[in-house]
Nanobody, 129 residues
Framework: EVQLVQSGGGLVQAGGSLRLSCAVSGYSFDEYAVGWFRQAPGKEREWVSS????????DYSASVKGRFTISSDDAMNTIYLQMSSLKPEDTAVYYCAFTYTDGHNWYGLPMNTYQYDRWGQGTQVTVAS
């Protein structure tokens, strides 16, 4: 069974940087995507970024584009989210998520919560103003 274990997060000042990690294990097939989502109190969980194991393609939400970078180690066993120029509105619980991408009629990277099957435990990111 696929497992995702997150690390990183914490308290940072506005304008600062943090790097989140998501260790992925237990997957059986090579075609999958890993996404990052976040959820602030009283708000809906929103998509942040995704990366594909097939071709390494990435995508970002408009709110983080240019500030956040998604990456992985060589084997794609660990997915990272490098966050820079952090703003108070980035404060949220951040989750990584996993989904197999073969056998779907999807165009582009999945960016909806319903498209993901496994979730990390979440980690709090607080940006102080």
């Amino acid at each position: 069974e696929v497992q995702l274990v997150q690390s990183g997060g914490g308290l940072v000042q506005a304008g600062g940087s943090l790097r989140l990690s998501c260790a992925v294990s237990g997957y059986s097939f090579d075609e999958y995507a890993v996404g990052w989502f976040r959820q602030a109190p009283g708000k809906e969980r929103e998509w942040v970024s995704s990366v594909s194991s097939v071709d390494g393609s990435t995508d970002y939400s408009a709110s983080v584009k240019g500030r956040f970078t998604i990456s992985s180690d060589d084997a794609m066993n660990t997915i990272y989210l490098q966050m820079s120029s952090l703003k108070p509105e980035d404060t949220a619980v951040y989750y990584c998520a996993f989904t197999y991408t073969d056998g779907h009629n999807w165009y582009g990277l999945p960016m909806n919560t319903y498209q993901y099957d496994r979730w990390g435990q979440g980690t709090q990111v607080t940006v102080a103003s």
